[in-house]
């Protein structure tokens, strides 16, 4: 994947802010006990979304 494309860097940026705002409220719901099975799966989709760009963000080895 080539980062220097307009989409790829915007399709990124995208899956981070979503990651951050999954991890913020998956936070609020389990602290307030309000419903702790979301929360906690809101993290874990969170995760699952910043593992996911750091794979495609990793630079490729060079032979």
């Known amino acids: 994947m080539i980062l220097g494309s307009g989409f790829a860097t915007f399709a990124l940026s995208v899956a981070m802010i979503a990651a951050f705002v999954l991890g913020v409220f998956g936070i609020r719901l389990i602290a307030t006990g309000q419903d702790r099975k979301r929360g906690a ?10 593992i996911n760009v750091l794979i495609w963000a990793w630079p490729m080895p060079t032979q």
């Open 41 to 50: 799966l809101m993290l874990g989709v969170a995760v699952v979304l910043v």
